[in-house]
């Protein structure tokens, strides 16, 4: 964590009285500046309160679990919330649920429009870290809750 985020994660410990001297993870939503600040938009309207990962992303030691709490950050890198994991799924990216869809709270969400949006999302990862897209990979579905935002 930057001394920003730090003494970010040390006011909203202050102000809501976690225990917790750093967050398990700290994230953004999207991968260029514009995403990033969109789906934070998003998350600080209540929109959004799920999102999706490829599960190759993590390990049975890097994967998120209920009750963590995510430092989620701007655009520019700024500690803009705190998230708390709620609930977890795994299951193919055609898995996705209507419900799913429209708890990520993005754009039209449905389903359709949920699968079109991730499948260019994670094809440009696909792009940048060397492997196939398939609808066959499997999906980190994750709802949340937002505990805090100044």
């Known amino acids: 964590m930057s001394d920003d985020q730090a003494a970010f994660w040390d006011r909203f410990r202050a102000a809501t009285g976690e225990a917790a001297a750093a967050p398990r993870f700290v994230d953004v939503f999207g991968d260029s500046p ?76 449905t389903r359709d429009c949920w699968l079109a949006d991730h499948r260019a999302y994670w094809r440009r990862e696909a792009e940048r870290e060397g492997f196939d897209y398939s609808d066959d990979l499997d999906v980190l579905f994750e709802r949340f809750d937002l505990i805090w935002a100044p």
């Open 34 to 109: 514009a995403l990033k600040d969109e789906l934070l938009g998003f998350v600080l309207s209540g929109r959004k309160r799920a999102t999706a990962s490829l599960a190759r992303w993590y390990d049975d030691t890097t994967r998120p679990r209920i009750g963590d709490l995510s430092l989620i950050l701007d655009g520019a890198g700024r500690a803009a919330c705190v998230i708390r994991t709620t609930a977890l799924r795994i299951g193919p990216v055609t898995s996705v649920t209507d419900d799913d869809a429209y708890a990520e709270g993005e754009y039209e969400a």
